[in-house]
């Protein structure tokens, strides 16, 4: 019987350096085989915004399952591993790590201080799958931002644009003052906060006594377009096609029916300002509304809110 202690940290360490450099797992690539007899495995690639965690390796353990069946079914078997560093995950990473901010700049030295940031995790990232013995192809690897990705995306941009499904416009979007740039919703996280309602009275032009708006959003009232009531709410139905004077501010708006508001919260009768959330950007878009931008892409009051601007 073999004698002596087995150390399993350089045997493992051995061999899976001898899978990576024997090619073990790599993908052949046939031109002339049968499609059908290819599977190929599009893994999404972990986002470079720290290290990896156990619920990447839990991922890609299903997925080594379903490669190695398939090899040994033998069909041939794609099973590439990638790096997601082309966001905004990627450049806060990069702030936090090295302490800085984008704007201290220029666009091209913070792309490199992203790539350098990126590159330390990402070999962190190879390392750990390795160890996990993963049965991946290491010779076609990838990166977001590398320029074969970057075309290939450009190409598709310019493939929906030809095909007419894509266009510019002026419309609301998810926007982060600090980032300076658009969001996704994915990028974005609820939660609940206790917060202040404020009651707020809004004259009436016509003969009907002042009405209340409770708001947990007073910094929008320059922004406001119209007023809305539930159609079904008797105690508010008479305000409905009377103008409303915004307090403070002093614009005219509209008062509207619409059966989105929740007649039990607050007084009943809610601003529409642009924008403070979904339900305004639907009411703006239904009922043709006017838009007043109060905040601007910094996150500070424009001119519309006068003495409070800035």
Not at 179 to 200: G, K, L, M, P
Not at 273 to 299: K, M, N, V
Request: aromatic share 10%; hydrophobic share 30%.
């Amino acid at each position: 019987m073999p004698t002596g202690d087995y150390d399993a940290e350089s045997i493992e360490s051995k061999w899976q350096d001898h899978w990576v450099e024997a090619g073990t797992y790599a993908y052949d690539g046939d031109p002339d085989a049968d499609p059908d007899t290819r599977y190929s495995i599009d893994t999404p690639p972990p986002t470079v915004s720290g290290g990896l965690h156990i619920g990447h390796l839990y991922g890609h353990t299903l997925q080594d399952f379903a490669a190695r069946y398939h090899r040994m079914a033998r069909s041939e078997t794609f099973f590439p591993f990638g790096y997601d560093d082309n966001g905004i995950a990627s450049e806060r990473l990069t702030e936090q790590d090295l302490g800085i901010r984008h704007q201290e700049f220029t666009r091209r030295e913070f792309q490199e201080r992203c790539r350098e940031v990126c590159r330390e995790y990402e070999n962190s990232f190879t390392r750990q799958m390795q160890s996990l013995a993963a049965s991946v192809d290491w010779s076609r690897t990838y990166k977001t931002i590398e320029p074969r990705v970057q075309r290939i995306s450009q190409l598709s941009f310019i493939d929906l644009y030809e095909k007419g499904r894509e266009y510019r416009k002026r419309a609301p979007a998810i926007w982060c003052p600090d980032c300076e740039t658009a969001i996704s919703q994915v990028e974005t996280e609820s939660d609940h906060r206790h917060t202040t309602f404020n009651d707020i009275a809004f004259e009436v032009t016509g003969e009907r006594d002042d009405f209340v708006v409770s708001t947990t959003r007073p910094e929008l009232l320059p922004a406001c377009v119209a007023v809305f009531v539930h159609p079904d709410d008797d105690r508010n139905a008479d305000l409905v096609g009377e103008t409303a004077t915004v307090p403070l501010f002093d614009q005219e708006v509209p008062v509207l029916a619409d059966e989105r508001v929740d007649m039990e919260t607050g007084s009943g009768i809610v601003m529409c300002c642009t924008f403070g959330d979904r339900t305004d950007i639907e009411w703006y878009q239904a009922h043709d509304l006017p838009l007043r931008l109060a905040i601007d892409e910094s996150g500070t009051m424009t001119d519309l809110a006068g003495d409070l601007a800035g």
